[in-house]
């Protein structure tokens, strides 16, 4: 029986639409019905992530986004992604049984940090730096030394990334990303926050070689039978093994 990807949206609806799209341009194959099942639940409602965090509205948070893991559960998905980092703050008070499906994205960051060894700039939401999301993490200590994070310009971060969730990518989005990436003498960035998946599908379309990008969604999307353990019929599936520097979201090679 052919596995199903859960994809929990709406955090926002633009990201995880376009991951939903990700997914089926890199998986590709002659017939369409031997390309991945996916479940998106795009929920814009779930309340804000980093004003729940600073709010202390968990309890709040936390009844809505178990509701829509159970919704998912029921409809017999194998695998869950929820295109949201700062959402990975409450993962440890949802119940085993659901949490167990959960797809970190966190982890997916930070061993592709590991397995570059370069020098990253973290692009993330304010809720996700002051909960240490990153720092609290397993992984953090051995990453730590190649991941940059730009406190003085992090307001300025936080409201591009509200900016995206509003109106898509805008040349001021790659004018910032530019500048940050120059004063601190890097050509590589992690997608902190989903919607930086649209900024990196833009590079992508547009051919911007300079840059290289720890994207999770993408990382997801070109190794999609390593998370959901697909049984391809014929090989003819697209992927990518996340520890080779591929084109697809690994730019520059050198």
């Not at 919704?71 to 949201?84: A, E, M, R």
Request: net charge negative; glycine share 4%; aromatic share 10%.
């Amino acid at each position: 029986m052919k596995k199903v990807l859960g994809i929990l949206g709406g955090m926002g609806p633009l990201a995880s639409a376009e991951f939903l799209k990700t997914i089926y341009e890199f998986n590709l194959a002659d017939r369409e019905q031997e390309m991945p099942a996916c479940f998106l639940y795009s929920d814009p409602t779930i309340p804000d992530r980093t004003e729940a965090i600073a709010n202390g509205l968990d309890e709040l948070l936390l009844n809505d986004l178990i509701t829509v893991l159970e919704t998912l559960y029921l409809l017999g998905v194998d695998k869950i992604v929820i295109p949201c980092i700062t959402i990975h703050y409450f993962l440890p008070k949802v119940p085993s049984i659901l949490r167990e499906q959960i797809v970190s994205l966190v982890d997916l960051i930070l061993e592709e940090v590991l397995n570059r060894q370069e020098h990253q700039l973290l692009l993330c939401t304010r809720g996700t730096l002051n909960a240490c999301i990153f720092q609290q993490h397993r992984l953090w200590k051995w990453a730590e030394p190649y991941i940059i994070v730009p406190q003085a310009e992090h307001k300025q971060i936080h409201n591009l990334i509200y900016q995206i969730k509003k109106e898509g990518i805008q040349k001021s989005a790659l004018v910032f990303l530019n500048t940050l990436l120059n004063k601190y003498e890097v050509n590589s960035f992690i997608a902190g926050c989903t919607e930086f998946h649209l900024l990196a599908k833009y590079l992508i379309q547009h051919h911007a070689q300079y840059y290289r990008i720890v994207d999770p969604l993408l990382i997801i999307a070109t190794n999609l039978r390593r998370f959901i353990d697909l049984q391809p019929h014929d090989a003819d599936f697209i992927t990518v093994d996340s520890r080779r520097r591929s084109p697809i979201y690994s730019f520059n090679e050198r």
